[in-house]
């Protein structure tokens, strides 16, 4: 099979996006001349622009789902707020951070012949439109998949564009669907190797203040990561029968089973961006597996310092990356799920 380069245009064509989010500033050569911190994803319905750092100051348009708004500064603002005080300047004024991922474009070339059993990859690109295969009809479009985002690759496919596309697997609804392989980069062996395999691992523990919104990761009494993070939403109603509190537990607890990638949500095959669907999570880490409450990255939003979640422990991609690397039990990139008795988790 043969194919070209894809260019950016062919990206956001195949993405379904238009050109007007990023029509402030054109784009020249390659993706990888961009610096990662000078473009953002919208990761929420709308966000606002402010005259000012400040979201007391005036309200000049709105930014919706999925734009890419180029950023030309980052400001530390004394206007806050206290727990993520980090703006972004873009044309015409202020987006606060909190509901905007960082991204880059990061095209690949595709793998020959992956692995069918398992090869694990990453959306390098700010988003890729996942297609049902059909072969006699039109592909259905279903999920978004978003930067950081991990996936497993079962195979490779001519797509609808005449270009190669993988085969994804979703781990929870045993469903395939695909994207450009142009824009998933497959996770080497190196990427996912343990983080200090030598120190005993009922010498590593981890901390989470809920009360500060930290987690703190000890090698021995050593700090090793101490960092912000979201945890879950105070819960007030009344427990009943199958409804799981979006609390995050308090206790001490042991790492029990570590996925690569996890689909979260409602479990619905659906197009409808707004939908609770969150397939690919990556990193992720269960602690109290009974109610799927775990450390995992998160790219929907960047509000670290704020409780945000349904219970689990939101963190930054490349931190909860090192958190699985380094936590019990031991697991590879080829694994997609492991259990075991872990690391000491320790919540107050």
């Known amino acids: 099979m043969t194919h070209s380069k894809m260019t950016r245009r062919d990206f956001l064509k195949l993405a379904g996006l238009s050109l007007t ?19 953002i994803r919208i990761a929420t319905h709308s966000v606002s622009v402010y005259s000012r750092p400040d979201d007391k100051s005036r309200i000049l348009y709105q930014r919706t789902r999925d734009e890419l708004v180029n950023v030309y500064d980052e400001v530390i603002s004394e206007y806050g707020p206290g727990y993520n005080p980090l703006w972004y300047r873009v044309w ?19 793998a020959a012949d992956p692995d069918p059993v398992s090869v694990l990859a990453e959306v390098s690109v700010p988003l890729t439109q996942a297609y049902l ?7 259905e479009p279903v999920y978004r998949l978003y930067y950081d985002s991990t996936h497993w690759i079962t195979g490779l496919v001519e797509g609808p564009d005449g270009e190669p596309w993988y085969k994804l ?6 469903i395939e ?13 190196e990427e996912v190797s343990p983080i200090s395999p030598n120190v ?22 050593k700090v090793v990561l101490h960092t912000k993070i979201s945890s879950g939403l ?22 029990q089973s570590k996925m690569p990638s996890k689909h979260m949500g409602d479990g619905r095959v659906t197009a409808d961006i707004d939908a609770y669907e969150l397939p690919g999570v990556p990193w992720t880490s269960f602690f109290v597996p009974e109610t799927g409450v775990a450390f995992h990255g998160t790219y929907w939003h960047t509000n670290y310092g704020m409780m945000m979640s349904h219970g689990c422990i939101n963190m930054k991609p490349e931190e909860a990356r090192w958190i699985f690397r380094w936590c019990t039990p031991v697991t590879d990139e080829k694994t997609i799920e492991k259990t075991g008795y872990g690391t000491q988790v320790i919540v107050s």
Do not use: C
């Open 234 to 255: 105070p819960d007030n109603r009344k427990p009943e029968p199958g409804y799981i509190p979006t609390q995050t537990p308090v206790g001490e607890f042991r790492v």
């Open 21 to 39: 989010g990023l029509a402030y500033r054109p784009f020249q050569g390659s993706g990888d001349d961009l610096d990662p911190n000078r473009l």
């Open 200 to 221: 005993p691992s009922e010498k590593k523990r981890i901390e989470v203040s809920l009360a500060r919104q930290e987690v703190i990761a000890y090698e021995y009494d």
């Open 92 to 110: 015409g004024g202020y987006i606060h951070s909190a509901y905007t991922q960082p991204v880059k474009i990061r095209l690949n070339s595709a």
């Open 169 to 174: 697997k979703d781990e929870l609804l045993e």
């Open 177 to 189: 669907y695909a994207v450009p392989a142009a824009h998933m980069h497959i996770i080497p062996p």
């Open 133 to 139: 295969i059909r072969q006699k009809t039109a592909w």
